[in-house]
């Protein structure tokens, strides 16, 4: 074979392996993708505000306390 001909056999060989590999390893579709995506930020949102509630409720007795020092 010659130079363009081996070229071109690893290039159609490569696609070829490429192409597998991509089906196989892809991700998954995009409205999953999405679905996950909301979930996660739904997950953090609540995560969040519980968060901001337990340290209102500690700051609230930490307040009540240094009033009664007063």
């Given amino acids: 074979m010659d130079k363009i001909g081996k070229f071109l056999a690893g290039l159609l060989i490569g696609s070829l392996v490429g192409g597998t590999l991509g089906f196989l390893l892809a991700p998954a579709p995009g409205a999953q993708t999405r679905e996950k995506i909301k979930s996660n930020i739904n997950y953090v949102k609540d995560e969040v505000q519980k968060a901001a ?11 009540a306390v240094l009033q009664k020092k007063a």
Avoid at 53 to 63: D, G, I, P, V
């Fill in 53 to 63: 509630a337990q340290r209102s409720e500690e700051l609230k007795q930490e307040l």
